[in-house]
């Protein structure tokens, strides 16, 4: 298949790890332990250490990944870019089922994708290593926006790493932001292999179909989307939220298995609002709360 089947993750940015992760362990979530990452900085180059790593939150369906810089030393994979920018949410990956027929319907389109980019990083210390095959969008101005397959999904999404005491079980949404949202949709259409259609907060949506097992073994399958909105439009889903840069990557949304009963008394100490915009019922923490991206719960 050579288009997108669904919204595989999230990555949010910071230069330090340490604070990051503390922040989503207070909203809730159960992380995976810090893994520095590896890969070729071009497909023709060796496997090499990356100065990055992360922890992650895994859900049964996608999950939201915490990175920072660990070695300043080592290859940065562009993330200093991206900080330099802002730090929050500068990665979308959507998920695929084959690489090389996405590889080759985005050089059809005249995208200049070298090859396919690999990556891996243990999934904790002396542990096994996971690998993924990536199809990055050259120069994105969003921030880093890729395809992704799992090579090895069955070591990431484990059982002990996908209890959340707020019982956050899928990733529904991510909100971008865009002055001109219409060339940001045509760039995600592109890559996607799907259109787009205007969304009724300002700018445009990108339904992505969903498959059993397409982000995480034992995902449901489901719809999701990624929202392009205006700066007015991100302000009535978002609110209170001003962007960060234009273009950027602003929110999520994450589905609840409980009402969003667990979140209501788990983050009763945080200044929660209301997101109905961003799903029927949502909550949202704003961004000073969840690294500079606003984390909207939405009851199932």
């Avoid at 999950?63 to 290859?75: F, G, K, N, Q, R």
């Amino acid at each position: 298949m050579s288009t997108v089947l669904a919204l595989d993750h999230v990555g949010v940015a910071a230069r330090d790890l340490a604070p990051l992760a503390a922040a989503y362990e207070r909203l809730g979530f159960t992380l995976t332990p810090v893994a520095q990452q590896s890969g070729r900085r071009r497909p023709d180059l060796p496997v090499e250490r990356f100065g990055t790593g992360n922890r992650c939150a895994f859900l049964r369906h996608g999950y939201v990944e915490l990175i920072a810089i660990l070695d300043p030393a080592l290859h940065d994979n562009g993330l200093g870019a991206f900080l330099a920018r802002y730090q929050g949410m500068h990665i979308l990956a959507l998920a695929m089922a084959d690489e090389q027929a996405n590889l080759a319907r985005l050089r059809r389109a005249g995208v200049p994708i070298p090859g396919v980019a690999y990556l891996e990083r243990p999934v904790e210390e002396g542990g096994p290593v996971a690998r993924f095959a990536r199809l990055p969008f050259p120069d994105a101005p969003e921030g880093r926006i890729q395809l992704i397959r799992h090579l090895t999904p069955e070591l990431l999404w484990q059982e002990r790493w996908m209890d959340h005491a707020n019982r956050a079980v899928a990733l529904e949404a991510a909100i971008l932001v865009a002055a001109a949202p219409a060339e940001s949709a045509a760039r995600l259409s592109r890559l996607a292999g799907l259109p787009v259609e205007p969304d009724p907060a300002g700018g445009f949506a990108l339904a992505l179909p969903g498959a059993a097992g397409a982000a995480g073994p034992r995902a449901p399958a489901m719809e999701t989307r990624v929202r392009i909105l205006t700066p007015e439009g991100l302000a009535r889903v978002l609110p209170g939220m001003a962007p960060p840069a234009l273009p950027a990557m602003a929110g999520m949304v994450l589905r609840t298995a409980d009402g969003n009963a667990a979140v209501r008394r788990l983050l009763a100490g945080l200044p929660l609002r209301a997101a109905p915009e961003a799903a029927a019922g949502g909550l949202m923490v704003p961004p000073e709360h969840a690294g500079g991206a606003a984390v909207v719960f939405a009851p199932a």
